[in-house]
């Protein structure tokens, strides 16, 4: 599991490129659930990556500490974040940083909690918190909607990859992930928090064989496959979208979480 969140690492400019951002409507999801509009509150991130959320929540005047356990990702977010001096990123892992008891208004992560140990993220982030204070756990999902394209880069998926078709969530967005209801389970597993809200909001993407080919590439299943191997599997993606026309929109959601510390 580690191995894999690192490696992210080995690509953070070609992530911050490639990787979306998150739409204003998540932050006013999230700030409004929180009954705060910004300047007042402080905030802990988990797992920043280059600095995708921090940037979006950091425009709205949050004070953030922004952890991420990559040196190479955390450079690119202190970049990303030098237009905000209140955002302060900190190159650690959440389960390694020294915990600020009651000392956050929220905590949040995008597109990083599932790397978090099971075992003290719940318990670690309430502590976090004051009381009633929020956590937002947010993802970025491809929600294919019977497109002939999925179809063809599924049939790839099974003649080149098949290990990775039967992953889930097999990626790109084969099979949605088990992780919603999970995720609501989990939080009310843990009882330091409230019973979760959950949202999600449609957007979409327009792609070329090429950047969709490097979206591919800031996946961890995608990086640690064998070199030729991933040649192979991405030159066969670029193939059925050169045949779609060279050009292709593909539908996506952000899911929210949402719920406060009790």
Sequence with gaps: MREQRLVFGEVAELYDRARAGYPAAVVDDVLGFAG??????????????????T????ARGLEIVALEPSEAMATVARRNCEPFPNVRVERTSFEDWPAEIDAFDLVFSA???HWVSPEMRYLKAADALSAGGTLALLWN?????????????????????PDLLARNPGFPGFTPPAGDDEIAGEIMTSTVFEEPRLCSHPWSAT????????????????RLLE????????????????????????????FVVLTRAR
């Design 55 to 58: 940037v979006a929540f950091a």
């Design 36 to 53: 705060r509009r910004g300047s007042c509150v402080r905030a802990l991130e988990v797992g920043a990556g280059t600095g995708k959320a």
């Design 141 to 161: 999902r491809i929600r294919w909607q019977g497109e002939d394209l999925f179809g063809e880069l599924e049939d790839v998926y099974r003649r080149v990859a």
């Design 207 to 222: 792609f070329t064989g090429n950047t969709f080919v490097e979206l591919l590439l800031t996946q961890s299943d995608h």
């Design 227 to 254: 070199a030729s191997h991933r040649t192979t599997l991405l030159d066969a993606v670029r193939d059925v979208i050169a045949a779609h026309g060279g050009e292709v929109v593909v539908p996506h959601a952000t």
């Design 111 to 113: 597109q990083a909690w």
